[in-house]
């Protein structure tokens, strides 16, 4: 059997990090309402965006044109970006986060990234990574040693501090590389928030952009009356850098959301777990204490005895 001194220091290391997971569990639980209040202020205008986006290059009928257009950017070539080619390597935007104790969060992406690489090298196709967050880079880069696969990029300040500019950097990155012909295909690789308990991990594609329209929208197409200034085209060159960027703050929130919501779960798991082993501690604590006790008195009886 331990020692009282033994079972007391280790009671109170538990306390001591319990305090910990309880802390960290507040601020948790804190940051997670906020996110989740964007993330479902954000769907309703990422929804709209792809709805609107793709009933214009619809109304286009397939006829992109530049002309008359400056093109500053890869991510202003739109044409480009709409180009469906043979695909010969793929591109990944993987959504980790830079802080662990976010539970299985990590763990889930990491996993789904490391499965989507086996099936496209299994069909000879390259995978290409641009990773955030560190927990990611550090995760996937011994894994992805022995396979078709590399990371290009990686972000870090982004998981941190998720804005409309840390997604168009990102997106100008992978319109770059799109138009230069060294990815064939894009897609996010992210987390759906559906609640404090859960979430799920999803896959979105963002190049190159479908103007396919979905058959349930039940919106039409664009009005024939209306009319675009300076011209459809140009409407489409600004949307499009627009449009791309969105999928990628979405992607951040969801992602945002979803770690917060796992890290206060998990940190609300160890704060009673804590409270388990510590009331467990306790009773080893007292019977250790009424040992010693008892074995304290027999002696004291048998040198009485003794001494008789």
């Given at each position: 059997m331990a020692n009282l001194k033994d079972i007391k220091t280790r009671i109170l290391s538990v306390q001591n990090t319990k305090k910990i997971t309880r802390a960290m569990k507040m601020v948790a639980a804190a940051k997670v309402k906020r996110a989740e209040t964007t993330v479902k202020y954000a769907r309703p205008f990422a929804e709209e965006l792809m709805v609107i986006f793709r009933r214009?290059?619809?109304?286009?009928?397939?006829?992109?044109?530049?002309?008359?257009?400056?093109?500053k950017k890869a991510i202003d070539n739109y044409?480009?970006?709409?180009?469906?080619?043979?695909?010969?390597?793929?591109?990944?935007?993987?959504?980790?986060?830079?802080?662990?104790?976010?539970?299985?969060?990590?763990?889930?992406?990491?996993?789904?990234?490391?499965?989507?690489?086996?099936?496209?090298?299994?069909?000879g196709i390259a995978v290409k990574l641009f990773v955030v967050g560190q927990k990611g880079i550090s995760g996937l880069k011994r894994k992805i040693a022995n396979k078709n696969c590399e990371i290009l990029k990686t972000y870090?300040?982004?998981?941190?501090?998720?804005?409309?500019?840390?997604?168009?950097?990102?997106a100008e990155d992978l319109a770059d590389y799109f138009v230069d012909n060294k990815i064939d295909k894009i897609e996010v690789l992210t987390?759906?928030?559906?609640?404090?308990?859960?979430y799920s991990v999803q896959n979105w594609e963002v190049l190159p952009l479908s103007p396919e329209i979905e058959e349930n929208d039940g919106k039409g197409g664009i009005d024939p009356l209306m009319l675009f200034e300076p011209n459809v085209h140009g409407?489409?060159?600004?949307?499009?850098?627009?449009?791309?960027?969105?999928?990628?703050?979405?992607?951040?929130l969801e992602a945002q959301a979803s770690e917060l919501a796992s890290r206060m779960t998990a940190m609300?798991?160890?704060?009673?777990?804590?409270?388990?082993?510590i009331r467990l501690l306790s009773i080893d604590y007292n019977?250790?204490?009424?040992?010693?006790?008892?074995?304290?008195?027999?002696?004291?009886?048998s040198g009485a005895n003794a001494l008789k």
């Open positions: 214009m290059l619809s109304a286009v009928n397939g006829e992109y044109s530049l002309e008359n257009l400056h093109v044409a480009v970006l709409l180009e469906k080619r043979e695909i010969k390597s793929v591109g990944l935007v993987v959504m980790t986060s830079n802080k662990g104790l976010a539970g299985a969060y990590n763990a889930n992406i990491i996993r789904r990234t490391l499965s989507m690489v086996d099936e496209y090298n299994e069909k870090l300040s982004v998981a941190n501090n998720v804005t409309s500019t840390g997604a168009l950097l990102i987390t759906r928030f559906k609640n404090m308990m859960s409407i489409l060159q600004s949307l499009v850098p627009m449009f791309i960027t969105n999928i990628i703050y979405q992607a951040l609300s798991a160890a704060s009673n777990n804590a409270e388990e082993m019977k250790a204490r009424q040992w010693a006790i008892t074995q304290e008195l027999v002696e004291i009886v």
